[in-house]
T-cell receptor, first 116, second 113 residues
């Protein structure tokens, strides 16, 4: 089954304790992204990756790191989490439009993070 | 600065009637528009899209209309069903980026029996 998986689905942590949220896709997609969803703000892009070893900042990158060492994985790293990073996080993947004929992104189920 | 705006946070419609969800955008470079549907505790799922070279795209009960001059698009659901109750996000991209979608804040649709 084609899917994007994220782990963990729920996480409660404390300020300053480094954490990683994993994301994996089995569709051989070139593009991957991380979004956060906050009440009243919709979905905002944190980072994206166009391919292995190619990453760039989205709209709200502060406090986050990413890496893309393999095509299927795109982990999100919070080196020193703070309470304002409490949010619902989504990973997404897609193919270039010239390959897929569409801009459709496929989303994971989400990770609800609480930073105390 | 929000480039994609959904000004109605919520909408309530009776089953069988038409649901109309609206979306406005400010960036004239946007050339591809999508609607996503999101249920609680799930990720957004793609619903329907439209390219800027078209003004209408239809898929079953769902139709998206694009008015480029007004920088406005709308999603029509006819007839509405209780299972359509979800949050609907409008999204747009520029230059066939495929990786950078600009999302609206979402509209929560409730379809009542």
């Amino acid at each position: 089954e084609a899917q994007v998986t994220q782990n963990p689905r729920y996480l409660i942590t404390v300020t300053g304790k480094k954490l990683t949220v994993t994301c994996s896709q089995n569709m051989n997609h070139e593009y991957m992204s991380w979004y956060r969803q906050d009440p009243g703000l919709g979905l905002r892009q944190i980072y994206y990756s166009m391919n292995v070893e190619v990453t760039d900042k989205g709209d709200v990158p502060e406090g986050y790191k990413v890496s893309r060492k393999e095509k299927r994985n795109f982990p999100l790293i919070l080196e020193s989490p703070s309470p304002n990073q409490t949010s619902l996080y989504f990973c997404a993947s897609s193919r270039p439009v010239w390959l897929a004929g569409t801009d459709t992104q496929y989303f994971g189920p989400g990770t609800r993070l609480t930073v105390l | 600065d929000q480039q994609v705006k959904q000004n109605s946070p919520s909408l309530s419609v009776q089953e069988g009637r038409i649901s109309i969800l609206n979306c406005d955008y400010t960036n004239s470079m946007f050339d591809y528009f999508l609607w996503y549907k999101k249920y609680p505790a799930e990720g957004p799922t793609f619903l329907i899209s439209i390219s800027s070279i078209k003004d209408k795209n239809e898929d079953g009960r769902f139709t998206v209309f694009l008015n480029k001059s007004a920088k406005h698009l709308s999603l029509h659901i006819v007839p509405s069903q209780p299972g359509d109750s979800a949050v609907y996000f409008c999204a747009a991209s520029a230059g066939n980026s495929g990786y950078a979608l600009n999302f609206g804040k979402g509209t929560s649709l409730l379809v009542t029996p």
